[in-house]
């Protein structure tokens, strides 16, 4: 671990390509592989996705170390000068997306291990397609290479929501699909305007662009950047684009739902990078478009999600809808434009991230335990509520308080504890509640809305309507969640009548563990990466030092011919 | 030139949406297709310099290579691309039209109305 820096420093910046190649290339290998060699293509996978991680890691200490304008990895595939090839381009930022989506990647690629990879076909080879999508997506430095990634990422997710077959799944999977491709329309047609526009597709050159465009145009470019911003925000599950989002999540078998948890984080990325970049403080009279619309639009989602946690029977649910809080939560705080407040958003979502990942998996789980063995009760219907069956009427042994049977003594099996446990977790952490890293998160965010220059240093400055709306929504969508989230504890956990201790094996368990034990990383660690959080919000609000390193890059020098320079062969050397 | 492309690519968006928000997935799927060919077209509208109305798609010896001579060649690249990628996802959405169409025996996108079709005698 400790020689992971020189080794980064050694390879890069050939290194940026590993997160994309390394995926693609296990993918082509897994469907090479027969359908019956289930436990070579689940080490195969695994050990890609480990070295995945690894490779984030040392992508991430990379650019914490060389984070100044001259260090940002800039990688240029085709070997063409930045406007007019396509580049690829490495920042705290991506980084960080990074080393969350191979983390995640990882937990759910042991969690299907145990039992899901087994529902249908080419599992594994799908999921490394995911992750490529997901990594080409948070290191293209170019609006259509995006599109691109956006692609392979949404046919990736077609497949893998499909997993498993089953009326639910087809019937959420139909109106997934039929939403993202109305959305690819739309970001195709945002993306043409801007090309129209500016002619150029590469974001930094689209930022210096941006200001220079006639005052004439000014209004084609909002409706462009609207446009754009419509299709991303259907990704991001803004209301009222997002009832997609919950039956699709719900239904999806459960290491897929976990890695789902990032798929809305793709939208709030793309919104949060192009934005800066396009529409920050240098973007003369168009700086700062839209910000009322991103205030507005996540706040909604966020009382959405709320209401909707509120109203969940279902384990699975609930997590949908805490990804749909999440994501709204970090849309209104985007929406501010404001330093202090990005530094805390970027802290709050890998910590809300991770906890709705660990909270669909263990959904998976709990609702196996209460179901003896199948995800779904027998009786129940898709539409019932399963809290309303009769089931639930208190039967003899159930323990309930009033009958006061004495609690001291009894055994809690090693299992149910852990599950007991890692639920309690999550709930801390969605709602933010100390000690963990979602209190510091929202902390975080508070702070930056009261006090906009930094601590203690207001200056006579006040929040605003919308800065107190935030406040309150905050505050009040944790505590929503809080009751939401342990109601349906009790229901599982305390008041569940007499059952066989839980099965619950090592590689169903351990992902959850990884998942939380990152949550407590990120609470014990939380001042080195709000550190880091606050460096990337700075370089994300000033844009001209990104732009700077793309433009700049220069393309390597062709290889001379050995011996005779005189006649190059043909082909080489002729490349600018 | 202009008027006729815009009206068209105005048609097929109107009956694509139109199409789009019918409840039986066939009507989905050709208003999905509609929209894309509508996209595909605005793409090539979008080139530098506005509608290459009459220029040179590919270089001809004696012709100045400039944009004022020649057609823009990136919406052409672009809509290639969009096309190929268009066309895969309507093909996969045709298979989970079909795999609806089996599971829950009708063709409304929400899977609804199955059980009176079936009740019936």
Excluded at chain 1, 125 to 149: E, K
Excluded at chain 1, 328 to 348: E, R, S
Excluded at chain 1, 414 to 443: C, E, N, R
Excluded at chain 2, 70 to 82: E, I, N, S
Aim: with cysteine.
């Amino acid at each position: 671990m400790s020689r992971l820096p020189e080794l980064a420093d050694a390879f890069m910046p050939h290194l940026m390509l590993a997160p994309i190649a390394l995926p693609m290339l296990t993918a082509a290998l897994l469907l090479l592989l027969r359908e019956e060699q289930q436990r070579l293509k689940f080490t195969v996978s695994l050990v890609s996705t480990l070295a995945g991680l690894l490779v984030a890691i040392a992508l991430l200490q990379w650019a914490h170390r060389a984070g100044t304008a001259a260090g940002m990895g800039v990688y240029l595939p085709g070997n063409w000068p930045a406007p007019f090839g396509i580049v690829l381009v490495l920042d705290r930022l991506t980084a960080l997306m990074l080393l969350l989506t191979s983390l995640i990647g990882l937990c759910s690629v042991l969690f299907a291990g145990a039992r899901w990879q087994r529902a249908g076909v080419l599992y594994h080879a799908l999921f490394q397609f995911q992750l490529m999508g997901l990594s080409g997506a948070f290191l293209t430095g170019d609006l259509f290479n995006l599109f691109v990634f956006f692609e392979i990422m949404l046919a990736a997710s077609y497949g893998l929501l499909l997993h498993g077959s089953g009326r639910a799944r087809v019937q959420s999977g139909l109106h997934y699909i039929a939403i993202n491709l109305a959305a690819s329309s739309l970001f195709l047609v945002g993306a043409a305007m801007l090309y129209g526009l500016t002619g150029t597709l590469n974001m930094a050159d689209l930022a210096q662009a941006v200001p220079q465009v006639a005052p004439a145009d000014r209004g084609l470019l909002h409706a462009a950047a609207a446009i754009l911003a419509t299709a991303f925000l259907i990704k991001a599950a803004c209301w009222p684009l997002n009832f997609w989002l919950v039956p699709a999540y719900s239904a999806a078998t459960a290491p897929v739902g976990a890695l789902f948890a990032i798929m809305t984080k793709v939208g709030l990325y793309a919104l949060l990078r192009l934005w800066s970049l396009l529409f920050g403080t240098e973007a003369g009279p168009s700086a700062q478009f839209g910000s009322l619309w991103l205030i507005v639009g996540g706040m909604a989602t966020m009382a959405f999600g709320a209401i909707g946690m509120m109203g969940s029977q279902r384990l699975t649910h609930l997590a949908g809808h805490a990804a749909v809080l999440s994501s709204g939560t970090l849309l209104a705080a985007c929406g501010f434009g404001h330093n202090l407040l990005t530094a805390g958003l970027l802290y709050y979502l890998p910590s809300s991230t991770l906890a709705v990942s660990a909270l669909f998996l263990l959904a998976d789980l709990t609702e196996r335990w209460r179901n003896g063995g199948a995800t779904r009760a027998p009786y129940e219907n898709d539409d019932d509520a399963p809290f309303l069956s009769p089931e639930l009427v208190p039967a003899t042994g159930m323990n309930l308080d009033d009958d006061e049977q004495v609690l001291v003594g009894r055994i809690i099996p090693a299992a149910t504890a852990f599950m007991g446990l890692a639920y309690l977790t999550t709930t801390l952490v969605i709602a933010g509640l100390p000690p963990l890293s979602g209190f510091v998160g929202k902390f975080a965010m508070l702070t930056a809305v009261l006090n906009p220059l930094g601590m203690g240093s207001s200056a006579g400055q006040v929040p605003g309507i919308a800065g107190w709306t935030l406040l309150a929504l905050m505050i009040g969508t944790g505590l929503v969640a809080l009751m939401a989230l342990t109601r349906s504890g009790i229901r599982h956990f305390w008041a569940a009548p007499e059952r066989p201790a839980p099965q619950l094996r090592v590689l169903e368990g351990l992902p959850i563990a990884l998942l939380l034990g990152a949550c407590m990383v990120l609470t014990v660690q939380a001042e080195g990466v709000m550190r880091f959080t606050t460096a990337t919000a700075q370089a994300l609000h000033s844009p001209a030092s990104y732009v700077r390193a793309v433009m700049q890059a220069t393309p390597r020098q062709a290889p001379q011919a050995p011996g005779n320079s005189d006649a190059p062969l043909p082909g080489i050397g002729a490349r600018p | 030139m202009e008027i006729v492309l815009a009206l068209s690519i105005g048609v097929l968006t109107g009956s694509g949406v139109w199409l789009l928000l019918r409840p039986r997935t066939f009507q989905v799927i050709m208003g999905l297709s509609l929209l894309s060919y509508a996209v595909n077209l605005f793409i090539f509208s979008m080139g530098r310099l506005g509608l290459a109305v009459a220029k040179e798609p590919v270089l001809v010896a004696g012709v100045t290579q400039d944009l004022q001579h020649y057609a823009d060649p990136l919406p052409q690249a672009l809509v290639l691309t969009a096309i190929v990628i268009g066309f895969a996802m309507t093909a996969l959405f045709l298979v989970v039209l079909l795999a609806s169409r089996g599971i829950s025996g009708t063709d409304h996108v929400d899977g609804a109305h199955a059980h009176e079709s079936q009740e019936m005698p």
